[in-house]
């Protein structure tokens, strides 16, 4: 059975991220924004507050509905489809968190060698 992505599981993908460049605060510098593809329909949205404001990390609050799987009954999301996977956008392509660890790794080693 496919995990739903949750605060939870954030976090865990950020403690297995730390250090990689996996994680926001290690790319944001860098151009990458959260964001969240779902490989189901290959939609992929931006990580944002409730409001619709720009989340400088991982955020569920601001998926739109059909990306939502559970919400509280104060509006914010419990959990998100389990299609969803956690990543960033750069430069209008999706990039998973190994896929941004991976290029920030082949960046260090090219700017090492110039």
Not at 61 to 75: F, I, K, Q, S, W
């Amino acid at each position: 059975m496919k995990r739903l992505l949750n605060k939870e599981r954030l976090k865990e993908e950020n403690r297995e991220h730390a250090g990689t460049g996996g994680r926001s605060q290690e790319n944001g510098g860098l151009g990458f924004s959260p964001a969240f593809l779902d490989y189901a329909t290959f939609a992929i949205h931006l990580s944002r507050f409730a409001d619709g404001q720009p989340a400088p990390f991982h955020l569920l609050d601001g998926l739109p509905d059909e990306a939502v799987r559970m919400r509280a009954a104060d509006g914010r999301v419990i959990a998100g489809k389990a299609t969803l996977i956690s990543g960033f956008v750069r430069g209008g392509f999706f990039y998973t968190r190994s896929a941004a660890t991976k290029l920030l790794r082949e960046w260090d080693r090219k700017c090492e060698t110039e």
